[in-house]
């Protein structure tokens, strides 16, 4: 019981930085297809 809570907290403090790095990709993303429009109306 006490290793599967170890392993709960060792994954809830990594998801944090998972997260953080799939909202940049998004943004990132959605940046490059925003770009990529003004790019197209030109």
């Known amino acids: 019981m006490t290793a599967l809570l ?3 907290v060792k994954l809830s ?5 998972a ?3 799939l909202a940049w990709l998004n ?3 959605d ?3 925003k ?3 003004c790019l ?3």
């Open 6 to 8: 170890a392993l709960l």
């Open 13 to 17: 403090k990594r998801l944090p930085s």
């Open 19 to 21: 997260i953080k790095k």
């Open 27 to 29: 943004f990132a993303l």
């Open 31 to 33: 940046l490059v297809c």
């Open 35 to 37: 770009f990529k429009l």
């Open 40 to 42: 197209d109306k030109f």
